[in-house]
């Protein structure tokens, strides 16, 4: 996170900071919203090991689309139908 780092600290403003801070909690939110909502979709049976790694592999999948999606965000390229068909 930019806002961390003393040198860009001491060049930013505080609505900067403030800003560069509030998109980094949005964020966080909606990983965590993500999660939660794969939890409910996709129950598992504890104590069934092979499920249980099975989900964590979807997951862990899912995970990585929504940050490529945020980091790198698709042009109609056909790119994100190919991401899409990765899970």
Known sequence: MEWLSGRRRSQQSP?????AFDTSVLQIRD??????????AQPVAVGDYDEIMQHLDKQKVSVLLHLLHLLYPLSANGTSCHLRNIA
Do not use: G
């Not at 609505?15 to 800003?19: C, D, G, M, S």
């Not at 990983?31 to 409910?40: G, K, V």
């Open 15 to 19: 609505a900067a900071a403030l800003a």
């Open 31 to 40: 990983w965590l919203s993500a999660e939660q909502e794969m939890l409910r």
